[in-house]
């Protein structure tokens, strides 16, 4: 059974920085490409950053681009989020999302499991 587990979201202020967390169990992490999506309340769910397993082939949404980097630890089984200059458009539920396509598709539809999600709330 496959399981994602996020960690790590929370309040913050505008400027400030958080690291979620994504442990991943039931599957082969080291050939899955990881993805991080959000979804603002009353609204759509967006790609925000993936990698691919071998964490050379990276995309960011624009609005996170220079303030955001993910990254995997495949040892931990471990995908993480940093969050840099956090802003009050940021706030939503981030959710964890593991694909098994090649590359590192934007559209959720590609993603066959995903985790509960963790809050993240900018204050300005």
């Known amino acids: 059974q496959v399981q994602l587990v996020e960690s790590g979201g929370g309040l913050v202020q505008a400027g400030e920085s958080l690291r979620l967390s994504c442990a991943a169990s039931?599957?082969?992490?080291?050939?899955?490409?990881m993805a991080w999506f959000r979804q603002p309340r009353g609204k759509g769910r967006e790609f925000v950053a993936g990698?691919?397993?071998?964490?050379?082939?990276?995309k960011y949404v624009d609005s996170v681009k220079g303030r955001f980097t993910i990254s995997r630890y495949n040892a931990k089984n471990t995908v993480y989020l940093h969050m840099n200059s956090l802003k009050p458009e940021d706030t939503a539920v981030y959710f964890c999302?593991?694909?098994?396509?090649?590359?590192?598709?934007?559209?959720?539809?590609?993603?066959?499991?995903w985790g509960q999600g963790t809050q993240v709330t900018v204050s300005s």
């Open positions: 999302a593991a694909a098994s396509s090649v590359g590192v598709p934007r559209s959720s539809e590609y993603y066959g499991y």
């Open positions: 039931g599957l082969t992490f080291s050939t899955t490409t």
């Open positions: 990698a691919d397993y071998f964490g050379t082939n990276i």
